[in-house]
């Protein structure tokens, strides 16, 4: 069985075209309406005003004629008499009394029965087709009626119609062909946005050009724009996690297969085990710091709720304290006062707190780590080791960048403390020395408030 065909949809600028078309087509037929009553209206006026002037002009001179013939009897019929040449063929006229007797009609007139049924009344009746009009005699008692065909009015007002939309009609078939011509040339600018998202792929997601672009197409290019940063961005920690997981767990898998098949090789001693598992620690823990760092990179939109920035880093201390060598060794300062919220993501905010205190506890000695909430938006982690140079501030945000080759790391813990704080719209401040000029190392971030939070 052949599947049907499936029609194609016609262009914008075809329908453009016709939408438009119609548009003026049905403004014009009103319009046509509108002009043909008002223009029958005058006509009529018009007509009716002519009928009335050769009326009151007809009577004197039907006055006169019956007054030349004289007066006929009760009951007799009427005096004939050609139709005046003012009248024309097609005006038909009787002179009668008051009691509706005819006194005086044309010969033309002599066997029309229109008059019959109008009352010898003054002013306008329409009957048979005809208009007729009855005009009294201001100082006798006689009354002329005039009949002018309504045929005439009609056909005026036909030829009316007819001069006003035959040019109308070529003027739409001519604002067609001109509608399409322009819709066709202002839409290439749609075309040429066409084709540049055609081009885009996973090799190219520049953004798209929207110079000479009309405010709606702007607008489209702004959001298209916006949706090829964010796939850029997710392709870039696609690569990007790739990249750092070659790079980070070749060694941890290549000493963990060393370990295991050390100790099935030889005797399985409880040595090489400790081995192994410390090789698995390093694993878990580099792909741990790895996916941290994909989740701070990746595009995913980031919770925006109030965060209590005490309970946050209580929660984190709580954590390590889990550690019963770290239980002194950190040590957790928050205000007394209440403090108002940030606005935040409450999951990458601790992946940030707890990479810094891991940092502080690797590099700062063994002295004492301080985990402090310094005010509204402001948490800070503290060290008294040696400290780095002033120099090498900047670099530690960068991905695989260690101060000191002398400790076990990764080099991502700044870089993905960065990361998150940036996507939170804040600031992370590095201090080394401290503030008071003795040695150690500082880490503080300061967060945008939650709007309209009351202090927890």
């Known amino acids: 069985m052949t599947p049907p065909a499936v029609r194609r949809p016609g262009t914008l600028a075809r329908r453009l075209t016709r939408t438009l078309v119609l548009c003026v087509a049905a403004v014009w037929a009103l319009s046509l309406v509108g002009a043909v009553g008002f223009v029958h209206r005058e006509i009529n006026r018009n007509f009716d005003q002519e009928l009335e002037e050769s009326a009151l002009r007809l009577l004197d001179v039907a006055t006169h004629n019956l007054d030349l013939a004289g007066l006929p009897a009760r009951g007799a019929p009427p005096v004939l008499e050609p139709p005046p040449l003012v009248s024309g063929d097609t005006l038909l ?50 009354l002329l009626q005039l009949a002018d065909p309504r045929s005439e009015r009609r056909q005026a007002v036909r030829v009316f119609m007819l001069g006003l939309a035959l040019p109308m009609l070529a003027v739409l078939g001519l604002l067609a062909l001109v509608v399409s011509a322009a819709a066709r040339g202002e839409l290439r600018v749609l075309h040429r946005l066409e084709a540049e998202i055609a081009v885009r792929g996973g090799d190219d997601l520049r953004p798209l050009a929207l110079a000479g672009m009309p405010r709606e197409l702007q607008s489209v290019g702004e959001h298209v724009n916006r949706l090829l940063e964010r796939l850029a961005q997710a392709l870039d920690v696609e690569r990007a996690l790739a990249a750092n997981a070659a790079h980070e767990l070749r060694t941890p898998l290549a000493a963990v297969r060393l370990r295991l098949q050390t100790a099935l090789e030889g005797s399985l001693a409880a040595s090489d085990i400790e081995a192994a598992v410390r090789s698995l620690d390093v694993l878990r823990h580099r792909t741990e710091k790895l996916l941290q760092l994909s989740r701070a990179e990746s ?51 601790a992946i940030a707190l707890r990479n810094l205190v891991e940092n502080a506890l690797r590099y700062g000695g063994d002295g004492r ?88």
């Not at 209590?308 to 002194?328: G, I, K, M, S």
């Not at 060794?329 to 205000?335: A, G, H």
């Not at 909430?373 to 530690?396: I, T």
């Open 369 to 456: 780590i301080d985990l402090a909430v310094r005010g509204a938006g402001v948490v800070a982690v503290r060290d008294h080791g040696p400290g780095v140079a002033p120099a090498r501030l900047d670099a530690l945000r960068q991905r695989h960048v260690r101060d000191s080759d002398a400790q076990a790391g990764y080099g991502l813990g700044l870089s993905i403390v960065a990361t998150i704080v940036q996507r939170h719209q804040g600031r992370l401040a590095l201090v080394s020395p401290l503030p008071d000029g003795t040695p150690g190392f500082e880490a503080r971030i300061e967060l945008p408030l939650a709007e309209n939070a009351a202090p927890a």
């Open 93 to 142: 006229y009787r002179l009668v009394d008051t009691e509706g007797q005819t006194l005086l009609v044309p010969t033309v007139a002599l066997h029309s029965h229109i008059f019959d049924p109008v009352p010898p009344v003054p002013g306008f009746r329409n009957h048979a087709g005809w208009r007729i009009y009855t005009v009294r005699h201001p100082l006798r008692p006689l």
């Open 299 to 349: 595009a995913a939109v980031l919770a925006q709720v109030p965060v209590d920035l005490v309970r946050l880093a209580a929660t984190v201390a709580e954590e390590f304290w889990q550690t019963p060598a770290l239980q002194q060794r950190l040590q957790l300062r928050v205000p007394d006062a209440p403090l108002p919220p940030v606005r935040g993501d409450v999951d990458a905010l």
